[in-house]
């Protein structure tokens, strides 16, 4: 199941992991990526708020915990290969993995056909 | 918001556009980052006619633009370009700009998108008493730059002559039919030549130099990849680097202050030199992958000792760079701390320029 969120996250999830990226859309918006601030394995999110950033040639951008819980793995492969958000932002080049407190936060997450509205909405 | 006869160009290469001072300009057509690349490795191309034209003409030019400018006019032969900078009376810098000696009583200032406005207005204002005309061009001329270490190689093709163009030189040429000047200057840090032409043959050339640039890797580049190659080679940007608070001393370009010379601005800006200054623009290596910012604090030993003036991440050293306004008393090598989104990110003052590339200062 993948949901998406308004700030522009995506969440694929498998059991109480929730794997989280940002979508091809914002990474298009971005730009080039040179520098993902990767956030330290147990650090705790809240639903919402900014709990790491991506840094574009551009600028930097805060990205937004999509679910609460804990970071239980980070996309290590970015620090050498921040590129990859760019490349394959909704495969390889994934965030974080959070083990979720609470998976009916995943209720206020949009559709792949809202989001894709949103997205249109925003050009 | 104001278009440049490139507009639809842009829009069939699929760019970005953003709102630049007023005009909707391309900021990348595919990667900045690819952009730069193009620019250091071959050629990339800029629409850069949002700048602005000024034409002085009369018989007090040299004299009225002396005064009106630091650099020295009166030193120029016919054919030559210059930097410059154009203070007020406290010394500040109004803008930086190129000065172009047309004749001995012509001279053209090509002027930044943001100010050209009050440039002419300042200019208009300061020329009452000399025995000159001052005319604002800024919309009949396009301005395409061809940077890149192959740009004589290829604009040869179409204008032989422009080998016998040293370095802040330029002439007129005929180029695919359409008249135009060029000159041999550019704010990339690399080889390379600006294209005058009149507003509406502008695309036309454009296209020509796309379509016939194949086999030279021409690329069209935007405004955020002139931003990189600019900061990379160590030039200063009107409105984030300086602005009418900073002195050309201030922001490292004491070498275009002549000072035997009298000009607006000359009194501060000598008392400054007298006294020494207190705040330079320095160069800034981040001993981190993050990037400074325009604007972000900078510390030494917990206090403040300065300001990011530009930063960002350079894809030709592979490391992030920045200028900054510091605290004079600072040195080469010194260690500082940028305190970037609450993280404080240590940072060496470097030795500018940070690139050197293919410019050919003769």
Redesign the interface.
């Given at each position: 199941m993948k949901k998406y969120a308004k700030t522009h996250e995506w969440v694929k999830v498998d059991g109480k992991i929730a794997t989280v990226g940002i979508t091809n859309f914002a990474q298009d918006k971005l730009?080039?990526v040179?520098?993902v601030?990767l956030p330290q394995v147990g650090k705790e999110v809240k639903k919402g708020t900014a709990f790491m950033?991506i840094?574009s040639?551009?600028?930097?951008s805060d990205i937004y915990a999509p679910v609460s819980g804990k970071v239980v793995q980070v996309n290590t492969k970015l620090n050498d290969q921040p590129e990859l958000v760019?490349k394959d932002p909704e495969g390889e080049g994934w965030l974080v993995k959070i083990e979720m407190v609470n998976q009916a936060e995943l209720n206020d997450l949009l559709d792949e056909e809202a989001y894709k509205k949103l997205c249109e909405e925003e050009g | 918001m104001k278009r440049t006869p490139l507009y639809e160009n842009h829009i069939v290469l699929n760019a970005k556009m953003v709102d630049f001072a007023g005009w909707e300009m391309p900021i990348q057509y595919e990667s900045i980052t690819n952009e730069v690349m193009s620019v250091r490795k071959n050629i990339g191309i800029f629409d850069v006619s949002h700048m602005g034209e000024i034409l002085i003409e009369g018989d007090d030019t040299a004299k009225f633009v002396d005064y009106l400018l630091t650099n020295s006019f009166g030193s120029m032969k016919i054919g030559q370009v210059m930097y410059t900078t154009m203070c007020n009376e406290k010394g500040g810098i109004i803008d930086d700009l190129l000065t172009y000696r047309l004749g001995e009583n012509r001279a053209m200032l090509v002027v930044n998108a943001a100010n050209t406005q009050k440039d002419f207005n300042w200019i208009v204002e300061k020329s009452a008493t000399f025995n000159v005309k001052v005319s604002d061009l800024s919309m009949d001329y396009g301005l395409i730059a061809v940077q890149g270490p192959t740009s004589e190689e290829f604009l040869r093709r179409f204008a032989p002559d422009v080998i016998n163009l040293s370095y802040y030189t330029f002439a007129s040429y005929t180029i695919f039919g359409k008249y135009c000047i060029i000159s041999r200057t550019g704010y990339t840090g690399e080889d390379g030549f600006e294209i005058y032409c009149k507003w509406n043959d502008t695309p036309f050339i454009w296209e020509e130099l796309l379509t016939r640039g194949e086999n030279f890797s021409v690329k069209p580049a935007g405004l955020g990849a002139r931003d990189v190659c600019r900061l990379e080679a160590s030039y200063m940007l009107y409105g984030n680097d300086m602005d009418e608070n900073t002195t050309p001393l201030e922001a490292g370009l004491s070498w275009v202050v002549k000072f035997e010379k009298d000009f607006i601005g000359k009194e501060n800006l000598l008392k400054q030199k007298e006294e020494g200054l207190k705040k330079r623009i320095r160069g800034l290596e981040i001993l981190d992958k993050k990037i400074a910012r325009h604007g972000m604090e900078i510390f030494k030993n917990g206090e403040k000792v300065g300001v990011i003036t530009s930063g960002t991440f350079s894809p030709t050293l592979g490391k992030s760079i920045a200028l900054a306004m510091l605290d004079s008393q600072l040195k080469i090598s010194d260690e500082v701390e940028v305190d970037i989104r609450g993280t404080r990110v240590k940072a060496r003052i470097v030795k500018l320029p940070f690139y050197r590339g293919s410019v050919k200062i003769s």
């Open positions: 730009g080039d040179v520098y601030d950033s840094e040639v551009k600028a930097a760019n | -």
